[in-house]
């Protein structure tokens, strides 16, 4: 009857596990079953182990009701149906008292249907047509899912009103059912009744019964698990078995169930004992579920996996929680089943950092009676009991009065409660107004679930309470968050969820039952009136002494109202210490112990330890060893090590080899990390956001902010300092002195003001340096400004960072970056976080898809791999927990309640210490009062200088949070050492962060001795100067600040860190004290990595060596149960099988005794620890080396020379290696027994004369933890992450809701970060707590970095290096390559006849110039490669001129200058400045792309066609045009009047054409011109309009139309001038109106090249105009200077061309001396248009049109001017210009070189045609190929060839005389010449036969025709009667490389005749 679940694995619901757990309870004749919470919450971690044995099905069919003992197996029996009684009615549709209940009768009937009940329709097999009308108690009816129907049944009759049938088959029989099966209410039950609109009643939605026909099948003992079969609802079939994770599919959708692995994957689990009853229950540390090769069913699946050990069918006697179920026998001991909940010690969460205290002790509004606290509770409890404040009406929490200071009282499960409450935003989107949040009851009954299974040593953790909560909300609303996703509503929703799932009636006896199963730890108190009742009654069971064994107290008061209130009250004394004191903030923990201290409280536990010697008071064993030990020069231990270290150093005897101080230098990483942070710099710079001008910073200056730590700030001073960065910043001169390094790190400390605001001043008066402010240890002091101005009394350095680093100045200041850099950025991730994502630099993971990016030479081994080192089979666990530490501190801890823990720990570890030196010194009955840990550590310490020939040794980090224990640590170790003689063997030294390092004399000596340091005052100052000094440093302060520590570093000793404030931060931040660098080229030893040993682990449990482990007592309280062992190498690291290795080496002597020996499993699969070096060795030498490679520790077994135990010997062959099973065979103990073997101080080993110093360099340190913290960061929660990366990440920030998913083990940094910010939000004590803009773009500084990574990972070398390249970048910002060539052909000038000697003429005067003779020779450096030109006084030959060079050599081998950019430079797309953003178009008032389109059109005669061109005008310069009307028809550019004057602008327009340098050119003239108005147009082709339109919105462009796309320089020329003159006469006629001569308008344009950056002028010093002295120096200006100096020209308009000269460093005065030349000019030339109108540039040309336009504007008779005292840089811009013309084939789409000679072809031939223009193939071709045409020409210069009316380029080596065929041109006079060749180019009209007769060619001479087409070569020839004087051959035709579509150009060839 009832929804059973006979056998189900379930992956029901809780509320479905909670009423099967009460069915359960109602069956069961024993004890009651496992908590429901363990059941469903625990188990939903792990997987089902699969088991052998055989698989048993149950039958298919529910067993009969009140057949109880029925075999399952067994038929059902036949139904015999009871006779009715006597005289009733047995009519069908009426019950027994005749009464109707057919609804098609009574539908409109009044019913009165009871509270709880439901009318619900039965069908009757009689009646098929009718249903009858019943009531029945909601809670026996499933919810809509089909589950969580209690068993049973409770029902009233409609029809007589015959009320309480409890059975359903009485019931069936009252109502006439006549059935002749088993009644089931689950057959007969079938519909739902409901009313509809007009009040009738009617048939409803089904009853949704689900349990029996979805059942799996039972996994009896042994099976290997069946499929569990998905609801059917759920998504998907099942997943298959597989050893991967399921998909992770939607979070709220439950996958389809696993099958777990096939049984033969677990033959380890075959001889599972029977489990320990643990507290009178299965203990939950049994339920382990090997997860090793199973997958772990992703979290929110509907809960797991459940365990199937629950009760069997129903009725089976004899089933209780004492019999092994499937999973409860096997220990299973899987080596990836990493301790999950039974990890002890998961602390409460300190909600720290709100300004004051954190524990509220007594709330001040409360009502009510007041509680009284009893006097003597602490003495009688042994602990404070937290009082956990829980649900309670608002100010219904009672008054306590009396004796308050031993209780304490938090709010903390209240706040959780309601923070569980709000429902996450994650759902919203799935209508959270319907769903409802975890009820009251619930959250209450989870606690209490929670509380039961929590092992005796474990502590309640927030985090997991609110994980429970929102996995069971998850849960109870899957089928709403799916209707959401999936399906609209259904007409007829399913059965309303009126009744909630626990009522406050049933929650005390549902909590009770739960906590009946658990020996008591848990004790409900039920009260009737108020919580004041139960706390009263709490407190007279603790005085009476009932409540020892409880650990939780849950008071419950269901009272009054519906509302419960409640408290949970902790008790137990592990707990209720642990969570007290967990409640107190770092500064009242500190003032806590100062007053335990102060006021004398610690002198009992003094006493306490002074009766534990066997002599009395240690101190008098002390000084008795004192005594014996004067008068001995050498006692036990002397001081003869030193003594021989001392004297071998100076006898140049043997010195150590392996000791060095690393030199500085940058690794791979750091450097790729350097790039990254400069990359971020330059991506913030290159965003529209202008929040970083680069461009205007001339130079890096920087300021690092450490916190106020003496050593810190030694170091980073000493880092600064080595790297050489001031000296590369250029900040300080060549010999840098400490004190001047001192101002570039500051401390943040009281002082740390007034330098900071020097730093601020600085930054104010420079505003070209770009300053860097470095926040390092970023984490440290997160405290909000606000919060000091409200304590202004409390420490002035509390939100120090806050008031420097956030104040206004920095972030307004353009010039100031900050970059904050640590390794825990948690608290830096909120919500409200000032740091973009984006800005965000994590150091990079060194392997990356199998891939090692950065290669180094040494390993890190931070966090992860301490981690990884207790899992993987590493021989030596490098964390490791004390057991008989923790077990002394819980006992000492119940014997002092009123002491606080630390205080504790502190006293009993220093007596350990205490202890451990005696026992080395030879007090070998010390040994018992010391754990093996620190006799292993002490041993160690002493023994290592005498390994070394130098005498160093190891270093033992002692942490000591707090500052006053920390001095009384070390008062009491130095007086320990002081008597026992050890002075000189090893330093004590007490690190304070607030003072330096204080050295005793005689160790300075070494020191310096080993470092070579000859400075006399030198005293070490950081920890890292202590390299191989022998030591304990005992290291204080709250929180380490970033101290870096030595390579001798071998232990470190956390065992006194502040266990019960666990946060994220603080913890990794003391785990990365450890951290450390691992040379790569020792193999580290271990055993085989990763997975292959996990298989192996877990073969350990099957060794039969249970019985011996739990016959043997530990020290701890609690047994060693079978779970405890499931890492094989327990972390006990007394038992770390490096210690046994030594000891049994050391005390065994012979090799085969030695139990690390490679047993047959272990030579396969565990390296030797030996290295090669010691292979040589003989036997006995290695085993004692091997011994010597971990510390020299005496075993806890001692197991003498007796034989190894059994356990080892039958482990050995399995693979495992011995040394582990040996560890784990025995528990680890501190009891006297384990001493017994240990031999006298006089044989204790001396490990192999290997110095320390080499294997330190090898292997990290070893780390100490306590227990809490170990168990913390070794467990795993389910996302397989440490547990510890699931804590609260910083004090000082919360979650922002409970409801909130796990981290992943698979997130990256910055998915971590992602994570943090939308999780966790400040506290208000926070310094970005008032920075609420949450996650908008605009809330994040422009300015700020955030470089995160691991602790000691060299983060301070990265950002120095990033200074150093920031500064070498900002250098180059501010320079430019420029060309940097001597003028060629200098020799080859003629001497003219006149010479402008008016040296010091600003101007050119018009008539002196005139008879200057022109220049035809080209200078330019660009035309190295040019044909010569030959004028006619040159008849001698010029010497050859070199060979071509190749065109691609051409670029690479110009030769360039590095130029500091001056302030009139022209920039390029990358240049953002202040000044220019409105020129450039970024400027509010300007919209980018806030521009119109004109066309303008003009018709040219030559073209035959009109040309139309496209203007692009900005708004900001349509001032500059002519329009028909605003918005119209452009009409003209305006042009100035000659006559103008103003020096406000400059009044040519300067055009530029460009192509392919969009970002590259120069084109940002602001500075150039020095901010003067001017007309700047772009001259672009059309299909790159767009582009550059987009990188300067604010520019004119004129678009080429697009027949020139793929025309070259002389197109755009061409266009350009046609382009002026038109306009130029359109301006005229317009200003003509305005009565304005046409002379008058301004006929000039300057055409500029895209690569001009600077411009020079020469500054000339004449002694007299005649006189010989002449000096001259250059300088710069801007571009105005000299548009202005030339524009003002006298006679400017008689100019032509005007020029300037091409800058050059070799530059003489020969070049200067004269101020103009008439010559060449190129590259910046002012062109009057108005003179050469009927000159054009040749718009075919790519190459040498500049040149061809001067020889044609010369010819033409007009004057060319070239200032020579004005010089333009021309920057090298790799891109773009003509180089962007690639000269390809058109058959084949993949790149082939093409080499010139293929540019020509004969016509008609099969040759390849080029995908290139032909004018350009055809220049190409000439440049340099021009010889097969004009051979007898090479190199024979007194034979040119001559070029009519156009200059090619024929290459060096041949020289061309240009003539002009028109009339009256000026010509040179040929009638010398005699030329070797002729090239006729596209010859017009003006060439004629006649004009050709005049020249003389040599015989053999040849001549080039070069025409259109195939039909005008010929017409040219006959015109020109060229066949008379050349002889032509049909062969000697050509055309370029072109199809017939792209119009080849044909030439003809002939020879003179």
Same mark, same amino acid.
């Given at each position: ?151 049973? =049944? ?16 009485? =019931? ?76 992770? #599919? ?15 994957? $677990? ?57 092994? &179920? ?129 092992? #005796? ?71 009737? *009136? ?8 709490? =407190? ?203 101002? /570039? ?22 505003? !070209? ?84 990016? /950065? ?24 964390? %490791? ?18 002491? !606080? ?92 962060? &607030? ?35 022998? @030591? ?14 030595? %390579?001798?570093?071998? *232990? ?23 951290? /450390? ?14 997975? #292959? ?36 190498? &327990? ?12 000891? &049994? ?24 620890? @030996? ?69 006298? #101080? ?80 400040? %506290? ?70 006149? !010479? ?67 302030? *009139? ?23 980018? *792309? ?75 003239? /602001? ?27 604010? $520019? ?11 025309? +070259? ?191 020509? @072809? ?147 060839? +002939?020879?003179?005749?």
């Amino acid at each position: 009857m009832g929804n059973s679940y006979a056998g189900q694995l379930k992956t029901t619901r809780f509320e479905e596990v909670l009423h099967n757990s009460i069915e359960a309870s109602l069956r069961s004749s024993t004890l009651v079953p496992r908590p429901i919470f363990s059941q469903l919450y625990l188990e939903a971690e792990r997987q089902l182990s699969a088991l052998e044995g055989g698989s048993r099905v149950d039958n298919e069919e529910e067993e009969e009701e009140g057949e109880g003992g029925v075999e399952p197996n067994c038929p059902p029996n036949p139904y015999q149906m009871l006779p009715p009684p006597e005289g009733c009615c047995t009519m069908d549709g009426f019950c027994q008292a005749g009464k109707d209940l057919r609804l098609a009768s009574i539908s409109s009937e009044p019913i009165d249907v009871p509270a709880g009940f439901l009318l619900v329709g039965a069908k009757s097999p009689s009646l098929p047509d009718h249903l009858l009308v019943c009531a029945v108690d909601k809670r026996f009816l499933p919810d809509d899912n089909g589950h969580n129907a209690l068993l049973g =049944f409770s029902g009233n009759c409609v029809g007589c009103g015959k009320k309480g049938f409890c059975y359903f088959t009485e =019931f069936s029989n009252h109502i006439n059912l006549k059935l002749t099966t088993q009644p089931k209410k689950q057959k007969h039950l079938k519909y739902y009744l409901v009313r509809n609109a007009q009040g009738t009643l009617t048939k409803g939605p089904l009853i949704c019964w689900k349990g029996s026909e979805f059942r799996g099948r039972q996994t009896s003992a042994g099976s290997c698990s069946g499929p569990l079969f998905p609801s059917l609802d759920s998504s998907g079939p099942p997943a298959a078995s597989s050893s991967e994770p399921a998909p992770g #599919a939607n979070p709220s959708v439950p996958l389809g169930a696993q099958q777990a692995g096939p049984a033969s994957d $677990h033959p380890s689990l075959i001889t599972a004992t029977g489990p320990t009853v643990f507290n009178g229950k299965d203990s939950p540390k049994h339920q382990q579920l090997v997860k090793s090769k199973l997958s772990a069913m992703p979290r929110p699946s509907a809960l797991g996996i459940l365990s199937n050990s629950g009760p069997p069918k129903k009725r089976h006697k004899g089933w209780s929680p004492e019999s092994p &179920s499937a999973t409860d026998g096997g220990h299973s001991q899987g080596g990836g089943n990493r301790a999950k909940y039974e990890s002890a010690g998961m602390s409460y969460m300190p909600q720290v950092g709100l300004v004051g205290p954190a524990s509220v002790t007594f709330p001040v509004v409360a009502s009510g009676e007041p509680v009284s606290v009893p006097d003597n509770l602490l003495k009688i409890c042994k602990a404070k009991p937290v009082i956990f404040k829980g649900k309670y009406s608002h100010g219904n929490f009672p008054y306590l009065c009396g004796n308050l200071n031993d209780v304490v009282v938090s709010p903390l499960l209240y706040t959780c409660y309601q923070n569980s409450q709000s429902i996450s935003r994650a759902y919203e989107q799935y209508g959270a107004s319907t769903i409802q949040p975890i009820s009251e009851e619930t959250q209450l009954l989870l606690t209490v679930y929670y509380l039961v299974q929590l092992a #005796a040593d474990q502590v309640p953790l927030m985090e997991d309470l609110e994980q429970i909560f929102l996995r069971s909300w998850r849960e109870s609303h899957l089928t709403e968050i799916r209707q959401y996703q999936q399906a609209p509503p259904q007409p007829f929703p399913p059965a309303p969820s009126a009744v909630a799932p626990v009522t406050s009636a049933q929650l005390p006896w549902l909590a009770g039952l739960a906590a009946s199963s658990c020996n008591d730890s848990v004790h409900i108190i039920e009260c009737t *009136y108020s919580l004041a009742e139960g706390l009263s009654e709490m =407190f007279r069971l603790l005085i009476e002494g009932k409540l020892a064994k409880t650990n939780y107290v849950v008071i419950i008061c269901a009272c009054r109202n519906a509302a419960i209130d409640s408290c949970i009250a902790v008790t137990g004394k592990y707990q209720a210490r642990i969570l007290s004191e967990s409640l107190l903030t770092p500064a009242e923990y500190q003032k806590e112990v100062n007053y335990e201290l102060v006021t004398g409280k610690v002198d009992s536990l003094g006493a306490f330890f002074s009766t534990l010697c066997p002599e009395g008071d240690i101190d008098i064993l002390l000084d008795k060893f004192h005594q014996e030990s004067q008068g001995h020069t050498s006692s036990s231990l002397t001081a003869s090590s030193v003594a021989k270290s001392a004297s071998l150093d100076v006898g140049g005897a043997r010195t150590c080899t392996s000791y060095s101080l690393e030199p500085h230098h940058i690794r791979p990483f750091q450097l790729a990390v350097a790039q990254k942070l400069l990359s971020h710099v330059c991506s913030i710079a290159d965003s529209s956001t202008q929040n970083l001008d680069l461009g205007s910073f001339e130079k890096v200056d920087f300021l690092i902010c450490i916190p106020p730590s003496e050593v810190t700030y030694q170091q980073t001073l000493f880092h600064v300092w080595h790297s050489g960065v001031l000296l590369e910043l250029g900040l300080e001169k060549e010999h840098v002195t400490k004190q001047r390094v001192e101002q /570039y790190v500051l401390k943040l400390d009281a002082e740390a003001q007034t330098r900071f605001k020097s730093f601020l001043q600085n930054s104010f008066q420079n505003p !070209h340096t770009l300053f860097v402010l470095i926040h390092d240890h970023a984490h440290w002091d997160l405290v909000s400004s606000a919060v000091h101005n409200l304590y202004s009394q409390s420490d002035p350095s509390v939100g120090l960072v806050d008031r420097l680093l956030n104040c206004r100045e920095v972030k307004e200041a353009p010039n100031i970056v900050t970059l904050h850099v640590t390794s825990f950025p948690y608290a830096l991730q909120t919500q409200h976080t000032l740091i973009s994502p984006y800005n965000e630099i994590h150091w990079p993971a060194s392997y990356s898809n199998g891939a090692d990016l /950065y290669p180094e030479n040494k390993k890190y081994f931070g966090l992860s791999e301490f981690i990884e080192s207790t899992l993987s089979g590493h021989s030596l666990p490098l964390l %490791r927990y004390d057991s008989s530490f923790e077990a002394m501190v819980t006992a000492l801890g119940k014997r002092f309640p009123r002491l !606080h823990s630390a205080v504790i720990r502190t006293f009993v570890l220093v007596q350990h210490y205490a202890a451990a030196m005696m026992a080395v010194s030879g007090l070998s009955q010390m040994k018992n009062y010391t754990s093996v840990e620190t006799l292993e550590i002490t041993q160690n310490l002493i023994n290592s200088p005498k390994q070394c020939p130098c005498g160093r040794g190891l270093m033992v980090l002692l942490r000591v949070p707090c500052s006053p224990l920390a001095a009384v640590a070390y008062e009491r170790l130095a007086h320990v050492r002081a008597r026992l003689a050890l002075e000189q063997h090893f330093e004590i030294i007490l690190g304070n962060p &607030s003072s330096g390092i204080t050295v005793g004399k005689h160790f300075v000596k070494q020191l310096k001795m080993w470092q070579k340091i000859e400075d006399a005052e030198w005293r070490p100052q950081t920890y890292l100067e202590l390299e191989g000094l022998p @030591c304990i440093l005992i290291f204080s302060g709250m929180d380490p600040h970033g101290e870096s520590l030595p %390579r001798s570093l071998r *232990y470190c000793d956390l065992r006194l860190i502040n266990s019960s404030c666990l946060v994220r931060t603080a913890l990794e931040q003391e785990l990365g004290l450890a951290a /450390y660098f691992v040379s790569n080229e020792i193999p580290l030893e271990r055993g085989v990595h990763g997975e #292959a040993l996990e298989s192996d682990t877990e073969k350990l449990s099957s060794t039969d060596n249970e019985d011996e482990e739990l016959g043997t007592e530990g020290s701890m309280s609690e047994k060693r149960s079978p779970v405890k062992r499931e890492r094989p190498h &327990s972390h006990d690291s007394a038992s770390s099988p490096l210690s046994s290795q030594a000891s &049994s080496a050391a005390l065994c002597g012979e090799p085969s005794a030695q139990p690390g020996g490679p047993s047959q499993g272990e030579q396969g699969r565990t390296p030797q620890p @030996c290295s090669p070096s010691e292979e040589s060795r003989a036997p006995g030498d290695k085993q004692r080396l091997r011994a010597s490679q971990g510390p020299a520790a005496i075993s806890r077994h001692s197991p003498g020379l007796a034989p190894l135990p059994d356990a080892a010997l039958k482990a050995s062959p399995k693979g495992i290696q011995a040394p582990i099973a040996l560890s784990s065979s025995q528990p680890p103990s501190s009891g006297p027994s384990s001493s017994a073997a240990v031999p006298a #101080a006089g044989t204790l080993v001396l490990q192999a004369s290997q110095c320390s110093l080499t294997k330190t360099g090898q292997q990290p340190p070893v780390v100490f933890l306590p227990k809490l913290v170990y168990d913390m960061v070794t467990s795993t929660d389910s996302s397989g992450l440490p547990k510890a990366a699931s804590l609260l990440p910083s004090h000082s920030v919360m979650w922002a809701s409970s409801f909130r998913p796990l981290l992943s083990k698979t997130m990256t940094s910055t998915e971590q970060s992602l994570y943090y910010r939308q999780w966790t939000v400040p %506290r208000p004590s926070h310094l970005d707590y008032g920075n609420r803009a949450e996650g908008r773009v605009d809330s994040f500084h422009p300015r700020r970095l955030l470089l995160s990574g691991p602790p000691q990972i060299g983060k301070t070398g990265a950002y120095l290096q990033f200074l150093s390249i920031l500064s070498r970048m900002l250098i180059r910002l501010t320079e430019v390559d420029v060309y940097d060539e001597e003028e060629i052909n200098i020799n080859l000038r003629e001497e003219a006849d006149w !010479h402008y000697l008016q040296l010091s003429d600003s101007w050119p005067d018009l008539e002196l110039f005139k008879k200057l003779s022109f220049d035809y020779i080209i200078h330019d450096p660009k035309y190295e490669d040019a044909s010569l030109i030959c004028s006619h006084q040159q008849t001698r030959k010029s010497e050859d001129r070199g060979t071509s060079r190749k065109p691609e050599d051409l670029y690479v081998r110009r030769q360039t200058a590095r130029m500091r950019l001056s302030k *009139y430079a022209a920039y390029n797309t990358y240049h953002h400045c202040e000044q220019c953003h409105q020129y450039m178009g970024f400027h509010p008032r300007y919209q980018l *792309y806030e521009s119109t389109l004109h066309a303008f059109a003009f018709s040219y005669s030559m073209l035959g066609e009109e040309i139309q061109l496209h203007f692009i005008i900005p708004k900001s310069k349509e001032h500059h045009f002519v329009f028909s009307q605003p918005g119209g028809q452009l009409e003209s550019m305006r042009l100035p009047l000659v006559t103008d004057k103003s020096h406000e602008y400059i009044k040519s327009p300067t055009f530029t054409p460009t192509t392919g340098r969009h970002e590259h050119g120069l084109f940002n003239l /602001y500075h150039a011109m020095d901010g003067a108005s001017h007309l700047h147009v772009l001259v672009v082709k059309e299909y790159e309009m767009a582009i550059y339109k987009k990188y300067w919105p604010n $520019h004119i462009m004129l678009v080429l139309p697009s027949i020139f796309n793929s025309a +070259g320089v002389g197109a755009a020329h061409f266009l350009i001038k046609e382009l002026s003159y038109h306009n130029l006469e359109l301006e005229r006629n317009r200003q003509e109106e305005l009565g304005i001569r046409p002379q008058d308008i301004w006929p000039f344009i300057v055409i500029s090249d895209d690569s001009c950056v600077m411009w020079n002028v020469v500054d000339v010093d004449c002694g007299g105009e005649r006189s010989r002295e002449f000096s001259w120096s250059e300088r710069n200006v801007s571009l105005k200077y000299i548009m202005q100096h030339i524009e003002a020209s006298p006679n400017i308009t008689h100019y032509a061309l005007i020029g300037m000269r091409k800058w050059s460093s070799k530059t003489g005065s020969r070049e200067v001396h004269e101020p103009f030349s008439r010559c060449h000019v190129h590259d910046f030339v002012v062109l009057n248009v108005d003179l050469t109108q009927n000159v054009q540039y040749n718009q075919n040309r790519f190459l040498c049109d500049d040149v061809d336009f001067n020889l044609r504007v010369h010819s033409a008779g007009l004057l060319l001017c070239r200032f020579n005292r004005f010089s333009v840089m021309k920057k090298q811009i790799a891109v773009g210009g003509h180089r962007s013309f690639h000269i390809t084939s058109k058959a084949s789409d993949t790149p082939v070189a093409i080499v010139p000679a293929q540019y020509i @072809c004969a016509p008609d031939s099969k040759h390849t045609f080029l995908a290139a223009p032909a004018q350009l193939l055809l220049e190409k071709f000439l440049q340099h190929h021009s010889h097969h045409f004009f051979p007898l020409s090479l190199r024979n210069h007194g034979h040119p060839v001559l070029l009519v009316d156009c200059y090619l380029n024929l290459g060096s080596q041949i020289s061309v005389c240009y003539v002009s065929s028109r009339p009256h041109s000026l010509n040179i006079s040929c009638s010398d010449f005699m030329f070797s060749g002729l090239l006729l180019y596209l010859c017009d009209s003006f060439v004629g036969a006649s004009f050709l007769k005049k020249f003389h060619f040599l015989k053999g001479a040849t001549l080039c025709v070069i025409c259109q087409d195939r039909n005008s070569l010929r017409q040219t020839v006959v015109r020109l009667e060229l066949e008379d004087e050349w002889q032509f051959r049909l062969r000697d035709e050509f055309q370029t490389a072109n199809a017939k579509e792209d119009r080849p150009l044909f030439f003809l060839t +002939g020879r003179h005749i």
